[in-house]
């Protein structure tokens, strides 16, 4: 039987390719950094603005988009360095269960932060919608009799 096959990626390209996936983390961070500066100085969007609830799921989705960009930059950091395909379909089965358990827990928890923030929002002692008049009127006024005897 033939030996297995192996792709062997040259050491340069490896070197290469980790740099590429350095700079690429490296704008990210720098990206989600400017993100957050900017919707920190939007009207609107500040947190004086936004319920706290609101403003947590806010920060709670910058958390996932971080951790989840984290995760592919170590995807492909560990596709880079493979020798093989059984280990590169392995990488990549690992990282699909990874991120599927991942999408499940943040949707989890994203959801009970907006059911929160939600409940938190109404007004406690709502006014009604329709209050009643102080002086209503009688629902059948008794009809003047034009017609009066003297």
């Given amino acids: 039987m033939?030996?297995?096959?192996?792709?062997?990626?040259p050491p340069e390209l490896r070197k290469l390719t980790e740099k590429n996936?350095?700079?690429?983390?490296?704008?990210?961070?720098?990206f989600i950094d400017f993100f957050t500066q900017v919707m920190a100085a939007v009207p609107g969007a500040s947190s004086t603005a936004l319920a706290p609830g609101f403003k947590k799921v806010q920060d709670r989705a910058i958390e996932f988009a971080k951790e989840n960009a984290e995760g592919s930059f170590q995807l492909a950091s560990e596709l880079a360095n493979t020798t093989d395909i059984?280990?590169?379909l392995a990488i990549q089965n690992r990282y699909a269960q990874t991120q599927i358990q991942a999408c499940s827990r943040q949707v989890q928890e994203l959801t009970q932060l907006m059911s929160h923030a939600l409940?938190?929002?109404?007004?406690?002692n709502?006014?009604?919608?329709?209050?009643k008049p102080k002086n209503p009127k009688p629902k059948n006024p008794k009809p003047?009799?034009?017609?009066?005897?003297k």
């Fill in 86 to 88: 059984q280990q590169m």
């Fill in 2 to 9: 033939p030996d297995k096959p192996s792709f062997e990626v």
């Fill in 21 to 30: 996936i350095e700079q690429a983390r490296t704008s990210f961070a720098q």
């Fill in 126 to 131: 709502p006014k009604p919608k329709n209050p």
């Fill in 144 to 149: 003047k009799n034009p017609k009066s005897k």
């Fill in 119 to 124: 409940s938190d929002s109404k007004p406690k």
